[in-house]
């Protein structure tokens, strides 16, 4: 859940404080604009990524890897498939604004108001920082790799606040 997640964080922040002010960004998510409040839930994947779904030509076959069933926003799983690729510092330039620009696009044209896209691109960093907290968890200089795969989510969380929509 994104309050267990935000524990995982706050965990090692108190553990490590020097290394800390590496992940207070997203120690400081404002409550709204994580929180679910009394929105609508679904049950989503979890961990939608390209490598957890199968394809038979050019139809949907499969779902993979089912363990984090969960309830969440229903944009989730679109969100977090997106921001697993947005992430990797491999994209940089042109790549990375294409990209962008795709992820506002779908936001756009979406039937989910931005303010749940917004929640579920913060669940998303949350998660992606916890799962790397969670493989090294004693590890002081993790959070050096977190603030740097957190530093395009931020971005882009900038980029959809500032959508008209």
Known sequence: SPDGQYAVLRRYADRHPVMARLVLPLLDIPESERAYGDRELAIIH???QPKNYGFDGDSFSAIYDTD?????????DACYAFTERARRA???GEKRRRLTGLFLRMVELSPWPKEEWLIALNHARLRIAARRLEKRPDSLFIAFDIARRDKPLRRLAEALKGLPC
Do not use: P
């Open 46 to 48: 979890g961990d939608l």
């Open 68 to 76: 984090d069933l969960t309830e969440g926003l229903a944009c989730e």
């Open 90 to 92: 491999e994209l940089s």
